[in-house]
């Protein structure tokens, strides 16, 4: 896979990228709240997102945490036995910036093995959990690279207190790590940025998550168009957890358990227009050119 042939696919989009971060509920609050044994739902949550990929026969890159393969391999052989891509989402979902460079770069170096055996393929793309590349945690991008990646989706082109680059260009690109004017392509890693959309010369969060569920789909459908017309596909995401209508008995701050759980039992709805409207692939077989 080189750059040069990412690009020809790139320009001519016949579709757009669905991803998946596969963690549970409690991945998501973990930054907030501690949950003492908490009970998984992923055994209820992701069949829901595969059954809706395999009826409206769409095709995602699923960005599976380390700790999740550990648990439910047969989750991981499922997503793979159904044409998707299996990606990694790093292995405990911590900030990158809170375990720093050597724990990130083991964390890497696990969940890709454990996947890699699971998979029985090599790892091609990569998600930081929360989006944590941003430009004080840029050094993030070359463990990845060096851990054997070609793709990553990790930078949010947006402002937020926790994640994202703004002024990263929005259309998938390639980031390079040499100083040098003719780069070699090793010292390349193509960037899949979340769909935003520009409003008052900013860029505003759209593409999945909380901002689909607050938002809503016609927001995210427009932006999707708006990418495409300028000849470049959309990098949406969702979680397994936001197409489970459970809430959990949790207590942590009520405004961002408000925002984290907010209508998560609509979400499903939401994904099914999407998914009627759009052509979805995974990274890997949009750049392949593999995409009937
Ligand atoms: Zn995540």
Redesign the pocket.
């Known amino acids: 896979m080189t750059a040069s042939k990412f690009m020809n696919c790139a320009s001519n989009p016949p579709a757009n990228i669905l991803t998946v ?1 596969v ?1 549970d509920w409690y ?1 998501g609050i973990s930054r907030y709240v501690e949950v003492p044994s908490p009970k998984s739902r992923l055994q209820y949550s992701l069949p829901i997102i595969l059954d809706l990929l395999r009826e409206y026969r769409a095709k995602a890159t699923f960005f599976v945490l380390g700790e999740v393969a550990q648990n439910f391999p047969e989750l991981v052989e499922r997503i793979v036995a159904e044409g998707h891509e299996v990606g990694c ?1 790093g292995f405990s ?1 911590r900030h990158i910036e809170e375990i720093g460079a050597v724990a990130f770069d083991e964390e890497v170096r696990k969940a890709t093995r454990l996947l890699e055996k699971i998979c029985g393929s090599p790892m091609l793309s990569f998600r930081a ?2 989006f944590s590349i941003t430009k004080s945690t840029f050094w993030g991008l070359k463990i990845i690279k060096k851990n054997g990646y070609i793709f990553d989706s990790s930078i949010f082109p947006t402002y937020h207190p926790f994640y994202g680059i703004p002024n990263e260009p929005c259309q998938p690109h390639a980031i390079s790590f040499s100083d040098k004017k003719n780069n070699d392509l090793e010292d390349e890693i193509i960037e899949f940025p979340i769909l935003t959309r520009r409003f008052l010369n900013t860029n505003i969060p759209v593409g999945g998550g909380a901002y689909l569920r607050f938002l809503g789909q016609l927001l995210l459908a427009n932006s999707v168009i708006n990418m495409n017309t300028k000849g470049w596909p959309a990098t949406i995401y969702i979680h397994p957890w936001e197409l489970d209508s459970f809430v959990p008995n949790v207590k942590f701050n009520p405004a961002i358990k408000f925002i984290t759980f907010h209508n998560v039992g609509k979400t499903k709805r939401y994904l099914e227009t999407l998914l009627r409207t759009f052509k979805f692939v995974s990274i890997r077989d949009f750049c392949r050119g593999d995409i009937t």
């Open positions: 971060d963690e991945h989402h979902h959990p929360i």
